[in-house]
């Protein structure tokens, strides 16, 4: 059985959290309030896979993702948040999550998540997801999420399967291509991956 270590500061969360974990036959193997509390249980317990929220009393969620994946690449890193931004995403991907999910979302896409980031931790993580990266985003005014479906297309990746990694629908997976077109000026996936390749995007 998978383990699965989980770091919330409410009670209620971690507890619904651990409902639906166990429903799929995943081990709640310990829980954490806060930053240092989760550090101590990730070094007790070695989890396959971790849910953590970004805010945390004593710290950044995203300063215990950029541990964890310091001294492993095959532990699963969910990352939950109430904040829906590109920015928030682009934060998490670089520090080395392997998913990021809001607390809006239903607890079904959050085990899923879980799920996924036992089998491929590094799924997420991708070239285009890096500092240098990151700057040229602004050069070609590419937000996070267009950058993290582009290196989805440089890897083969259909829109079905874009949609179910990020957690969207197909319609908005179309949505961000077309945008990622117009501001590359290209016409199709083809070029648009040539781009990206030349231009170092991933």
């Not at 409410?10 to 619904?16: L, Q, S, Y």
């Not at 969207?168 to 390749?197: E, G, P, W």
Request: glycine share 4%; net charge positive.
């Amino acid at each position: 059985m998978n383990t699965v270590l989980l770091i919330d500061d409410h009670a209620a969360v971690r507890e619904g959290i651990k409902s639906a974990l166990e429903r799929k036959n995943l081990q709640c193997i310990a829980e954490a309030q806060t930053k240092a509390e989760a550090i101590a249980q990730i070094a007790r317990t070695n989890p396959d896979a971790i849910v953590v929220d970004l805010n945390l009393p004593d710290g950044n969620g995203l300063e215990i993702v950029s541990w964890v994946r310091k001294i492993s690449a095959t532990i699963g890193i969910v990352v939950l948040t109430m904040h829906d931004s590109d920015q928030y995403l682009l934060a998490s991907m670089q520090a080395g999550a392997s998913a990021h999910i809001l607390k809006s979302a239903p607890l079904s896409q959050l085990v899923a998540a879980v799920e996924h980031s036992i089998v491929a931790p590094l799924s997420f993580i991708s070239n285009a997801i890096t500092r240098d990266s990151a700057a040229k985003k602004d050069k070609h005014n590419l937000t996070a999420r267009e950058l993290v479906i582009l290196s989805k297309l440089g890897s083969g990746t259909e829109n079905k399967e874009i949609a179910q990694h990020l957690y969207i629908t197909q319609a908005t997976v179309k949505t961000h291509l077309s945008s990622i077109y117009r501001k590359l000026k290209v016409d199709n996936r083809t070029q648009a991956v040539a781009f990206a390749r030349k231009n170092e995007l991933f």
